[in-house]
């Protein structure tokens, strides 16, 4: 009797250990499935899950939402990884608060939210998001960062996540990049944008071994007392496809997001040492001509070599070249920029910043960058080019500036005389703008700055 009741108590022990821990198993497998290990809110596939649970009631208005940090591999760069993993936990919690009680979220992806939300007219999405934009700008204090919100208004109860999550992300990323926080709603136009990427995507490479990009030349001018002296050019790029120029501003964007804008720089350098070395030969006093480079070379160590080599395949000197980077790239990493540009200076190309004084960085990249030019932004300029207005002022102070360093300034976008008369004035040493001359193709350049006739 005895054995038999010590065997009987074993078993129940037993099987309660058993039961205990298939149970600490299936917990285990729930947290897995169900709980985000970072922010420990709901996962995406908890998401997923009641997502579907939604639809049944067709009279609640829904609408999805996607959330991303803006330049999140800076956030990592600056406060490394245990840093941004608390900037993710930050916003989670902050979504978490500002959501209605039956709403949704999980975080899908390193730093893209999703958010389904109850709402009764559309203001009342408008007014979650900016409160959302709101509390991350001020409850956010290790660094200053910014959201891009793309939403969808579900209007077909049996469309598929899928298809709600992929536009809410295409009016996401409908946004260009910017250092405010925006949102957009999704419209139909969008797909058709979608479609026309899609198009330019599956023709790029073709066009490349077609030659199709072709090198335009928009001449700079010194504003001197001879202001009719082409002092050089910049080379943009004008894309001839099916007999039609297509504009930069459709497919440079598509090419910066896929990355195939590297393969194109390299092409247009090369083209333009080509150029440069036939008006070497024909006894042409060499001008130079400045070419724009994507922020994406700049994980390429071999990015400036490259460069180097091409000149010495055509030999052309490094000097008869200007490398142009937006200032905005320095908003990635400064310091990465600051080798980059010690590098490109070390070749013996000339270095511009474009779009100068659009950035929060700009003086404070001065002190450290090696910089030959100043391209100062045309948003400065005012049609009244009236030298008592601020931006005005703030022009005189950026060329005096810059002229104590030993840094020239060119001025984009002049467009009439009295913005020319005032920029010389004010000490810009150069300008471009469609007053002096519009991009043009090589065959009008030869002929305005050489005199070369067909």
Aim: charged share 25%; with cysteine.
């Amino acid at each position: 009797t005895a054995a038999f009741f010590i065997l009987a108590l074993y078993l129940i022990y037993y099987t309660y250990r058993i039961r205990k821990q298939a149970k600490e198993i299936v917990d285990e497998n729930n947290k897995i499935n169900y709980i985000d290990d970072l922010t420990g809110y709901a996962s995406w596939k908890s998401f997923m899950e009641n997502y579907d649970k939604k639809f049944p009631d067709t009279s609640l208005n829904l609408a999805f939402i996607s959330l991303d940090i803006d330049k999140f591999k800076t956030v990592n760069d600056t406060l490394g990884y245990e840093g941004g993993n608390k900037i993710l936990k930050q916003v989670a919690g902050i979504i978490a608060r500002d959501i209605g009680s039956n709403d949704l979220f999980a975080r899908n992806g390193a730093d893209n939210f999703n958010i389904l939300a109850e709402y009764e007219k559309q203001e009342d999405i408008v007014e979650l998001v900016n409160h959302i934009i709101s509390d991350i700008e001020y409850q956010i204090t290790d660094i200053k960062i910014s959201v891009s919100i793309g939403i969808f208004l579900i209007t077909d109860p049996n469309m598929k996540i899928r298809a709600v999550h992929d536009r809410a992300n295409i009016a996401r990323t409908s946004i260009k990049n910017s250092n405010k926080s925006y949102y957009c709603f999704f419209d139909k136009s969008m797909l058709n944008d979608l479609r026309e990427e899609k198009n330019i995507e599956n023709s790029m490479e073709e066009a490349l071994e077609k030659k199709e990009f072709l090198v335009y030349l928009q001449p700079k001018y010194a504003l001197n007392d001879d202001i009719n002296e082409v002092i050089g050019a910049e080379a943009l790029v004008r894309w001839y496809h099916n007999g039609e120029i297509i504009s930069p501003g459709k497919f440079i964007p598509v090419f910066e997001k896929n990355g195939f804008i590297t393969k194109l720089d390299f092409y247009m350098f090369k083209e333009v040492c080509k150029l440069q070395k036939h008006w070497k030969s024909k006894g042409y006093a060499p001008k130079v001509i400045s070419v724009n480079m994507s922020r994406l070379h700049f994980t390429d160590p071999n990015f400036v070599d490259t460069l180097r080599k091409y000149c010495e395949e055509y030999d052309i000197d490094t000097k008869y070249f200007e490398i142009e980077i937006t200032e905005s790239a320095a908003y990635e990493n400064i310091s990465i920029l600051m080798d980059v540009f010690s590098k490109i200076k070390a070749a013996g190309f000339h270095v511009s910043i474009d779009d100068f004084g659009t950035g929060y960085s700009s003086l404070n990249m001065l002190k450290d960058l090696p910089v030959d030019v100043l391209k100062i932004d045309r948003s400065f300029l005012t049609e009244n080019a009236n030298e008592e207005e601020n931006a005005s002022k703030i022009i005189g102070c950026v060329v005096s500036l810059a002229s104590s360093l030993d840094i020239s300034t060119i001025c984009e976008g002049i467009e009439t005389k009295q913005q020319a008369s005032l920029l010389s004035r004010l000490g810009c040493d150069m300008a471009q703008g469609f007053y002096f001359a519009r991009p043009m193709p090589v065959k009008d350049y030869e002929k305005l700055v050489f005199g070369i006739e067909d």
